[in-house]
């Protein structure tokens, strides 16, 4: 099976790079994917594949039926930036403003390459294979939780959950795999600190909201430094402050933004809470009154350490030992493939990119961000094999009750 899906790989490659020119050129903004969507569909008809668009919201599910009674999913997310592309390429953003910046183009084009193989392999496919496009990957809350309500881990129940992300860091040829946590769930905050206004030459008759506010950030650092275990990956910022009004006059409010990023749900919990009370206390020393507000964000999402040794030996028997390594992976950015992993064991295969030699070495993100296209191949073989590897196994019936 290894050499036939290799070799599926290699005949259908001019069509991976077509389908990911054609869907860079149409970059959308979260769940307004339809020109996406549209072209998703197209390709999925013409390969005879069974699918449906997914009512209220831009996703497509899709399904091929093997000769097996397991099941396993393959997801893609599928929007763009609000970036202004700059890499000069024959087939850039047709769309001024938007960009297909993090590879999400890529993603849609290796799932719908590793569709087409799994398809050619018909009946020998020891199982089923569910597609699942995603919108909004970008935004929060993301469009995973859509998909997930529209039935994409039921009906047949799916066992697994298998995505990727692209990532410029990691040699062109080269996949990671990294079991356990490779997001941190990122929540966010708002805070406000209510002081008594007054003139800026009578502090002792007001309540000065700015410095109630200077020693709270400056206590608020405490938190990860002396109350988290340096065992726990946390960060706490405030990335905005506005108050006052003039020199001279004592401020009576301050507002400030934040974010969060923890990895267990235990910190989730209760680094809001060490927060809220050095709030309440440095405001209760100064006579002021402080209001914490928690926007949730996405969880951490968890790559299951037993489906990550099975793609990890995937991925080594199809693309050789010294191709499959770890990374650092996203580290405490966010991911919502984490909504899928809390349900079903999941795993994000990260695919090479990077090339020095074709200067393609612009970060996620950047307006000149590209990927050295032989990714793509690699990326089909990984998540096409690592698809046959889990059904092979016997893994993914519907009565499994999984994780
Ligand atoms: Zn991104
Ligand atoms: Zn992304």
Redesign the pocket.
Known sequence: MKDRILSLCERFEPKFIKMRRALHAIPEASFKESKTQAKISSYLRSAGIDHRRTPGSTGVLGFIRGGGTGNVALRSDMDA?NIMERTGLPFASHHPGFMHA?GHDAHMAIILGAALVLKHVGKDLPGNVRLIFQPAE?TSPGGALTMIRAGALRSPRVGAVLGLHVDPVIKVGKVAVNPGFISAAADEFRIAITGKGGHGSSPHKSVDAVMVAADFITSLQTVVSRRVSPMDSVVVSIGRISGGEKSNIIAERVDMEGTVRTKTAEMRRRVPAMITKVLRATCSAYGAKGEFKLVKGYPPAFCDPGLSALVTSACSDILGRSRTTTSPGLEMGGEDFAYYAERVPGVVIFVGVGNGAKGKTHL??HSRFDIDEGALRVGVAALAYSAYRYLKEGRGKSDDTGR
């Open positions: 930036l993090c970008e996620l993100h």
